[in-house]
């Protein structure tokens, strides 16, 4: 079974230009999520979308960042203009649909590690 | 709100001697929580999970964890370190939605 694929892998920019991350999720997982990771740190979860609507993205710097999921499926998590802090990695997670209370497993691509000079 | 600390930022053990990661949660309900582990270049993978059934959690690549309510405690353990293990881990700890707040990650060295 496929994995949650991402790229770019890599993404060196200069501070005020503008990037985009690409992200593929497991078939079949209607959720989505978009994580933050900076170095020395833990995850943070910047957006959740089920299908192709937001779920939470109360942690998503709006002034900068944005991120849409049209058909339900692939993601994109954009930023413009950038700042020398949004040095991180971006990791993008799927899950199956939220029905209940139990826990669905999010499954974890391999990252974009995006540097800001 | 809920949260985890992980009490060491970096460990060290030498092959074949016990691992042992710290983990103590806050949450004002009976928690959910999960262990999951980060090898370079690699995405993360869930290594264990509690959900309020057995309180001894056993997990993939013969880690396991113990829930203890009276210690707010969900220490990871291994009786023997292989160099494989070498990888940061994270504590977890399950909210409302399915969302994750991670703890701040433990870096484990494996000497031969």
């Known amino acids: 079974e496929a994995g949650v694929a991402q790229s770019p892998r890599y993404k060196i920019i200069e501070k005020r230009q503008s990037v985009a991350f690409w992200c593929n999720p497991i078939s079949g997982h209607a959720t989505l999520y978009w994580y933050q990771q900076i170095l020395g740190q833990g995850p943070k979860l910047l957006i959740q979308?089920?299908?192709?609507?937001?779920?939470?993205d109360s942690q998503l710097p709006k002034d900068r960042f944005s991120a849409e999921r049209l058909k339900g499926v692939d993601s994109t998590l954009k930023i413009q203009p950038a700042k020398l802090e949004d040095s991180a990695v971006y990791l993008c997670?799927?899950?199956?649909?939220?029905?209940?209370?139990?826990?669905?497993?999010?499954?974890f691509g391999p990252g974009t590690r995006l540097t800001v000079l | 709100a809920q949260s985890v600390t992980q009490l060491d930022s970096h460990v060290s053990v030498s092959e074949g001697t016990p691992v042992l990661l710290r983990c103590n949660y806050s949450?004002?309900?009976?928690?959910?929580l999960f262990w999951y582990v980060q090898h370079p270049n690699k995405g993360l993978q869930l290594l264990l999970k509690?959900?309020?059934?057995?309180?001894l959690v056993k997990g993939i690549n013969g880690f396991e964890a113990e829930f203890k309510k009276s210690e707010t405690s969900f220490h990871l353990t291994k009786p023997s370190a292989h160099m494989s293990d070498a990888a940061e881990y994270f504590c977890?700890?399950?909210?409302?939605?399915?969302?994750?707040?991670f703890g701040g990650g433990t870096r484990v060295l494996v000497k031969p």
């Open positions: 997670a799927s899950s199956l649909v939220i029905t209940s209370g139990d826990y669905n497993e999010q499954f």
């Open positions: 979308f089920q299908n192709n609507g937001v779920v939470d």
């Open positions: 949450s004002s309900y009976s928690p959910s």
């Open positions: 509690y959900t309020s059934a057995a309180t």
């Open positions: 977890v700890i399950k909210a409302a939605g399915n969302k994750l707040t």
